[in-house]
């Protein structure tokens, strides 16, 4: 089946750092790659959706020169955290797209700001 | 907007079958998931159903559709102790062959008592 792979798992950083969170299809080409937030306890929160080659588009609430996103290629999407607080604590999660393989969910990334 | 709700928790004895409830909102929705997520952990994919269907079975697990009252169940005979995690339900429409974004509800905490 298909597999997400997202990296790192975990993650912590200094406040006023940068924190990038990668997000590859394995065995498969991505058409689109979505990125989640996630609160504890709570539901998953859309930040933003990328399509290979084009601008992400973010969500309303979600501030796109602190969440940058990269969508080079159909196997990798890349999510960076820009001068991270630790209101920007939270369990990141991606998924990626295609016709026909459906929804495929990366296992996250718990991002700790200190 | 497109709303997807569920009840918060839900606790059953081991052995016992469980129903999860989900409501949603989005008459156009195309595809409707069953999403299990473990403690720090991604999503993973349990089940899903197209919305010309009333009911998709899958060993333990059995989903049904209301699609007139937008109600959607996931029903999981013999419940055991593994089966304790988040259950997030989520639709979907399909648009020209392109993604979706999906729409989760609040997810249900499944408690399986010995």
């Known amino acids: 089946g298909a597999v997400v792979s997202q990296h790192p798992s975990r993650v912590i950083c200094k406040s006023g750092t940068s924190v990038k969170i990668e997000c590859r299809s394995l065995?498969?080409?991505?058409?689109?790659m979505f990125w989640y937030r996630q609160f504890p306890k709570k539901s998953l929160m859309l930040m933003a959706t990328?399509?290979?080659?084009?601008?992400?588009?973010?969500e309303q609430g979600v501030e796109k020169d602190k969440f940058l996103i990269n969508h080079a290629s159909l196997t990798l999407s890349t999510l960076t955290v820009t001068s991270a607080h630790p209101e920007d604590s939270s369990f990141y999660i991606c998924?990626?797209?295609?016709?026909?393989?459906?929804?495929?969910f990366g296992s996250g990334t718990r991002l700790t700001v200190v | 907007g497109e709303d997807v709700e569920q009840s918060l928790f839900l606790s059953v004895r081991e052995g016992d079958s469980s129903v999860i409830n989900c409501t949603y909102t989005?008459?156009?929705?195309?595809?409707l998931y069953w999403y299990k997520q473990e403690p720090g952990a991604g999503l993973q994919l349990l089940t899903y159903i197209f919305s010309n269907m009333d009911m998709k079975q899958d060993q333990r697990l059995t989903v049904l559709l209301n699609k007139k009252d937008k109600h959607l169940s996931l029903r999981i005979a013999d419940t055991q102790t593994g089966d304790s995690a988040i259950y997030f339900c989520?639709?979907?429409?399909?648009?020209?062959?392109?993604?979706?974004?999906?729409?989760f509800g609040s997810g249900t905490q499944l408690t399986v008592l010995p």
């Open positions: 989520a639709e979907s429409a399909l648009s020209s062959g392109s993604a979706r974004q999906l729409t």
């Open positions: 990328s399509n290979e080659g084009s601008k992400a588009t973010y």
């Open positions: 989005d008459s156009s929705s195309t595809y």
């Open positions: 065995d498969f080409q991505a058409t689109t």
């Open positions: 998924s990626a797209w295609r016709l026909f393989y459906g929804y495929t």
